[in-house]
Antibody, heavy 121, light 108 residues
Framework: QLQLQESGPGLVKPSETLSLTCTVS??????????WVWIRQPPGKGLEWIGSIYYSGSTSYNPSLKSRVTISGDTSKNQFSLKMSSVTAADTAVYYCCSSYYYYYFALDVWGQGTTVTVSS | EIVLTQSPGTLSLSPGERATLSCRAS???????LAWYQQKPGQAPRLLIY???SRATGIPDRFSGSGSGTDFTLTISRLEPADFGVYYC?????????FGQGTKVEMK
């Protein structure tokens, strides 16, 4: 059974870089059946797609965040990662990593539990 | 970018009642790529419906999805206490995902 787990610092200073890792178990990030996706949710607000990576290494990003975001994969560790630069208080949110399975027409079928990131000095 | 607009913002209903949630897209969405999620406080969202009308694994049949083009609907036939929460629609196209702003289903 596929499981995802986010990890990374819970507190980041303004203007610094947010770094999170998603560890995948029960499946492989090298599978052509999946996209691997980052989603965030600011306190009391809705869901926002940040970006994704495909097994081939190709990435896509939310145009509103593209200039600050990099998503990469590490097949040896079966992990994918998010880096977001120049963070501000507006980046405070719960960050989720998810899988997007072709069988479900790329809906987000498995979610990590989420990790809270606060941007504050 | 396809914008999804959900209505109503809040739905106040009693257990046993029928809930009808709407999701309207700014451009045509392929029905295959429209999904619905449920989120409860402090939890990650859960996939309910994919392909506009197919239930995900383990989702009860009181949840149903319908629609095509730009208008989609999630129906909960008879609300149970566990069904109260926030519901999001989501579309996928050109390797990008977008969400509606959510509909809160609260107990009346």
């Amino acid at each position: 059974q596929l499981q995802l787990q986010e990890s990374g610092p819970g507190l980041v200073k303004p203007s610094e870089t947010l770094s999170l890792t998603c560890t995948v178990s029960g499946g492989s990030i090298s599978s052509s059946s999946y996209y691997w996706v980052w989603i965030r949710q600011p306190p009391g607000k809705g869901l926002e797609w940040i970006g994704s990576i495909y097994y081939s290494g190709s990435t896509s990003y939310n145009p509103s965040l593209k200039s600050r975001v990099t998503i990469s994969g590490d097949t040896s560790k079966n992990q994918f990662s998010l880096k977001m630069s120049s963070v501000t208080a507006a980046d405070t949110a719960v960050y989720y990593c998810c899988s997007s399975y072709y069988y479900y027409y790329f809906a987000l079928d498995v979610w990590g539990q989420g990790t809270t990131v606060t941007v504050s000095s | 970018e396809i914008v999804l607009t959900q209505s109503p913002g809040t739905l106040s209903l009693s257990p046993g009642e029928r809930a009808t949630l709407s999701c309207r897209a700014s451009q045509t969405v392929s029905s295959n790529y429209l999904a619905w999620y449920q989120q409860k406080p402090g939890q990650a969202p859960r996939l309910l419906i994919y392909g506009a009308s197919s239930r995900a694994t383990g989702i009860p049949d009181r949840f149903s999805g319908s629609g095509s083009g730009t208008d989609f609907t999630l129906t909960i036939s008879r609300l149970e206490p566990a069904d109260f929460g926030v519901y999001y629609c989501q579309q996928f196209s050109r390797s990008q995902w977008t969400f509606g702003q959510g509909t809160k289903v609260e107990m009346k």
